[in-house]
T-cell receptor, first 114, second 111 residues
Framework: ETGVTQSPTHLIKTRGQQVTLRCSSQSGHNTVSWYQQALGQGPQFIFQYYREEENGRGNFPPRFSGLQFPNYSSELNVNALELDDSALYLC?????????????FGPGTRLTVL | KQEVTQIPAALSVPEGENLVLNCSFTDSAIYNLQWFRQDPGKGLTSLLLIQSSQREQTSGRLNASLDKSSGRSTLYIAASQPGDSATYLCAVPNRDDKIIFGKGTRLHILP
């Protein structure tokens, strides 16, 4: 069973640039959730994708967007980067519709915006 | 709106001691509660998941309890070890089934 993987591990961008982060779900999972974790804070829910459709969104502006692909992998795109976007971005996969709905987290992508 | 609070924010204890981490949540209409561990700069590792019908779950030296009516959960760690040093996060779903996290408790076990 393959766990959740994320790429890249680290990324440095400058203000105004765009970034794409990638996540591969655990085998058999159909739902991916993305979280932003600023230093010293708990993860904040960005959005969730279920069967390629957005299934809920947190309090994040439209410049945060995402995709889920037929193989259930996912991308998080952030446009017009701001300094406050510097954070650890976590994705989590789960299986919706089963008895267990535990989310399994990837190792995260550390984004630094200069 | 679901809010999750974890107390204390940080804790240092000598190796071998038993300890309790606390989590409180404002909306008791949850169907589960989860405790995670996070090592510095790393992702989250799920430790224990308690369903709303359960009062506690145990895994090795860890025991998590849930009191829905009072909006509280505790994570008990027995015979602490230096390898237990990490940040422990509590998380519950809100009414939209999205996970809300506390800010965590940073635990440091002194050798």
């Amino acid at each position: 069973e393959t766990g959740v993987t994320q790429s890249p591990t680290h990324l440095i961008k400058t203000r105004g640039q765009q970034v794409t982060l990638r996540c591969s779900s655990q085998s058999g999972h159909n739902t991916v959730s993305w979280y932003q974790q600023a230093l010293g804070q708990g993860p904040q829910f960005i959005f969730q994708y279920y069967r390629e459709e957005e299934n809920g969104r947190g309090n994040f502006p439209p410049r945060f967007s995402g995709l889920q692909f037929p193989n259930y992998s996912s991308e998080l795109n952030v446009n017009a980067l701001e300094l406050d976007d510097s954070a650890l971005y976590l994705c989590a996969s789960s299986f919706s519709g089963g008895a267990e709905d535990t989310q399994y987290f990837g190792p995260g992508t550390r984004l630094t915006v200069l | 709106k679901q809010e999750v609070t974890q107390i204390p924010a940080a804790l240092s204890v000598p190796e071998g001691e038993n300890l309790v981490l606390n989590c409180s949540f404002t909306d008791s209409a949850i169907y589960n509660l989860q405790w995670f561990r996070q090592d510095p700069g790393k992702g989250l590792t799920s430790l224990l998941l308690i369903q709303s019908s359960q009062r506690e779950q145990t895994s090795g030296r860890l025991n998590a309890s849930l009191d829905k009516s009072s909006g509280r959960s505790t994570l008990y760690i027995a015979a602490s070890q230096p390898g237990d040093s990490a940040t422990y996060l509590c998380a519950v779903p809100n009414r939209d089934d999205k996970i809300i996290f506390g800010k965590g408790t940073r635990l440091h076990i002194l050798p």
